[in-house]
């Protein structure tokens, strides 16, 4: 998934990023981003903080290393089961979180406008360091599908060595009798130093139930 920007060919070993060569790096660099106006950033510079040394150090080995993530990319793609599943690597240190949610913006006698997403999180030690999500918006009529507005896409990244980036977001109604409200972006992210790099697709669907289903593969 998204910290591991895996490396689709072999590559040397991993040089750490300068921004996480140590623990006070990383929490400079953090406070350089809430600085910046990210205002997560800092709530993960205090997350961080919390944790022992010995776990602070291991938390910088696994963003500096892009080696062990490709069971990151296998894990990722599986669809949540219902709205949210887990998933625990790296012995447990690292978890991936796929999550569905779904909404009601507005609400007529004739009609439903809607909202689902589909979130796929990178947490290191309890710590989301990545996030990568899809939303698509549209309208209902009854248990119909009438309308897709244009869907979004939106992310964080906490790993120093990797950048991300993606694709417009394309919308869509499927044919019937799925008719699916659908929206899917192909995020790209890409690792200093030319470690590595990672493309993968991300799709959610919704219909007058809400949330129906998404993956990133």
Do not use: C
């Not at 963003?63 to 949540?80: C, G, R």
């Not at 690597?89 to 009601?104: C, F, K, N, S």
């Not at 992310?155 to 120093?160: A, F, M, Q, S």
């Amino acid at each position: 998934m998204t910290l591991a920007a895996a490396p689709g060919t072999a590559a040397a070993e991993s040089i750490p990023a300068p921004e996480a060569s140590s623990p006070a790096a990383y929490v400079a660099y953090l406070t350089e981003k809430a600085a910046a106006g990210d205002t997560r950033a800092q709530e993960v510079a205090n997350q961080f903080k919390e944790l022992p040394a010995e776990k602070q150090n291991r938390f910088l080995e696994l963003i500096n290393d892009p080696a062990p993530t490709q069971a990151l990319v296998e894990e990722a793609d599986k669809a949540p089961e219902g709205t949210a599943a887990r998933s625990a690597l790296a012995d447990g240190d690292v978890v991936i979180e796929r999550v569905g949610e779904t909404g009601e913006q507005a609400e007529t006698a004739s009609y439903r406008d809607m909202w689902a997403s589909y979130t796929v999180y990178d947490t290191i030690f309890g710590i989301k360091v990545t996030k990568v999500s899809i939303r698509t918006n549209y309208q209902v009529k009854g248990k119909d599908t009438t309308k897709v507005y244009p869907g979004s896409a939106t992310h964080y990244n906490y790993v120093p060595a990797a950048s991300f980036s993606n694709s417009p977001v394309k919308e869509w109604i499927s044919s019937p009798p799925a008719d699916n409200a659908q929206s899917e972006t192909v995020w790209t992210a890409t690792w200093t130093g030319g470690i590595g790099s990672w493309t993968a697709r991300e799709r959610v669907w919704g219909d007058y139930r809400g949330f129906v289903g998404g993956y990133l593969k």
